[in-house]
């Protein structure tokens, strides 16, 4: 019988260690990635307005050069507060589900009453109307494109809906269910209460080594500071979003790494000086 309970003791810490590995990994990716307000500090952090700014005037210049206009006709059509309201527009339609549209219609009032400007021939400008209307159609789209305003931000939003909605339902399962392996190890130990906390000591440390081993593969594996992706202002702020949560992945092992061994040694401590209680 006590062989058996030692089995049962073993296969509900490993279940412990699966559910506090779950439930960990809930946690830390709810509190960034899946979290509006986390991924908008990041990009602040991280420059990215300011960057997809530059992008997007480095792209008009482009367009301008195959033109044959002047280059400063680029000049003032957009402000970086313009490009961070419309970036924080497309978080929102993904996040909060809002389906908002990108306005480009001071991109193409401004970029219109200079090119006018730009041309002394009232005549001229008649002619060429059907050119202009094409080349500010042209970089209005290649702004939307630039900050990916796209049409599956809805489609985004409902998986997103969807995926909070099933982790909250994990979640509330996980916790359950730690607790009440918890109450059953303490049960099958209620004669040595001592061991059942140093068996749960035993699924807090073998959860930290997870976590830690998984930060160490990860970082060992992937080059975080080579990752690229479209351009190199996405792609620092994706490399700085991912190395920020390897990071609470590595803190989250060691605090329960602390943790486990904390229990493991207080629950041994306590379970020797009673044997050694009983002996005297």
């Given at each position: ?126 002619i060429q109307r059907d050119a202009i209307d ?144 009983k002996g005297n």
């Amino acid at each position: 019988m006590k062989v058996l309970g030692t089995i049962i003791r073993y296969v509900l810490v490993m279940i412990l260690t699966v559910a506090l590995i779950s439930i960990a990994f809930i946690n830390i990716i709810t509190s960034t990635i899946l979290n509006k307000e986390y991924v908008l500090s990041k990009l602040d952090e991280t420059d990215y307005y300011k960057g997809i700014y530059q992008e997007i005037q480095s792209n008009f210049e482009n367009y301008v050069g195959q033109s044959g206009l002047d280059e400063d006709i680029m000049n003032d059509i957009l402000t970086e507060e313009k490009v961070k309201t419309d970036v924080d527009l497309i978080i929102s339609n993904i996040y909060d589900g809002t389906n908002k549209t990108i306005d480009t219609t001071e991109i193409r009032t401004n970029l219109n009453r200079k090119i006018e400007n730009s041309i002394d021939n009232p005549r001229l400008l008649v002619i060429q109307r059907d050119a202009i209307d094409t080349f500010i159609d042209t970089i209005c789209n290649e702004y939307t494109k630039t900050i990916i305003h796209t049409k599956y931000e809805q489609n985004i939003n409902n998986i997103y809906v969807k995926v909070v909605k099933y982790i909250k339902i994990a979640k509330q399962a996980l916790l359950i269910t730690i607790i009440i392996v918890a109450i059953l190890i303490c049960l099958i130990c209620y004669k040595n209460i001592f061991k059942g906390i140093a068996s749960l000591g035993v699924g807090a440390t073998s959860t930290g080594v997870f976590y830690i081993i998984t930060n160490i593969f990860i970082n060992t594996q992937i080059k975080i500071n080579t990752i690229t992706i479209l351009n190199s202002t996405i792609s620092n702020s994706l490399r700085n979003i991912i190395d920020d949560f390897m990071g609470k992945v590595e803190k989250c092992g060691f605090v329960l790494l602390a943790v486990g061994i904390v229990l493991i040694i207080l629950g041994n401590l306590f379970n020797n000086r009673k044997r050694e209680a009983k002996g005297n």
